[in-house]
T-cell receptor, first 112, second 115 residues
């Protein structure tokens, strides 16, 4: 069974800092990996999806990378803003499973 | 595009009653929908995978007779919590997948409180 781990569990940074969130998974045979943002009491907003053949994806200040061989993905947030404060979740879909395994999330607080 | 809605957004019910939650893909056809539950400060736990026109596939430990899932059309899946108990109180979230697409799109969630 795929295990997904996210480190750190919580992170507090001053506004303007660049930061990295980590996601690791135990089985490298994945179909895709997706990063989400969740605000308190809300559903999930998709940020970036990286398919197995890709190494990274970028959207605005966000960049996600994928290294299947080492079972790792990172989400880089440039020039953080208070509005980035949320919980960030990564989800992995193994090949031929049609299901997703979620990490426990990183709760980010960006201080003004 | 790719919007998923859930109804209701929150519901309070008495112990022993049943509650139905709807998940709709508003602007696309979803061959697969997923149902998750999330306890406070915890991550999402997949309950079941629902494919249009077929029986749902439940995850280990999820009671299929308690959590009834119906995926009657390409835009609608429902989750019915039968004979609800206080321990069923949780945040239930659905997601939908475009036919042939890799990405899943999430609904806003339904907060269920059983008194």
């Amino acid at each position: 069974k795929q295990e997904v781990t996210q480190i750190p569990a919580a992170l507090s940074v001053p506004e303007g800092e660049n930061l990295v969130l980590n996601c690791s998974f135990t089985d490298s045979a994945i179909y895709n990996l997706q990063w989400f943002r969740q605000d308190p009491g809300k559903g999930l907003t998709s940020l970036l999806l990286i398919q197995s053949s890709q190494r990274e994806q970028t959207s605005g200040r966000l960049n996600a990378s994928l290294d299947k061989s080492s079972g790792r993905s990172t989400l880089y947030i440039a020039a953080s803003q208070p509005g980035d404060s949320a919980t960030y979740l990564c989800a992995v879909e193994p090949y031929n499973f049609n299901k997703f395994y979620f990490g426990s999330g990183t709760k980010l607080n960006v201080k003004p | 595009g790719a919007v998923v809605s859930q109804h209701p957004s929150w519901v309070i019910c008495k112990s022993g009653t049943s509650v139905k939650i709807e998940c709709r893909s508003l602007d696309f056809q979803a061959t697969t929908m997923f149902w998750y539950r999330q306890f406070p400060k915890q991550s999402l736990m997949l309950m079941a995978t629902s494919n249009e026109g077929s029986k749902a596939t439940y995850e280990q430990g999820v009671e299929k007779d308690k959590f009834l899932i119906n995926h009657a059309s390409l835009t609608l899946s429902t989750l019915t919590v039968t004979s609800a108990h206080p321990e069923d109180s949780s945040f239930y979230i659905c997601s939908a997948r475009l036919a042939g697409g890799p990405e899943q799109y999430f609904g806003p969630g339904t907060r269920l409180t059983v008194t």
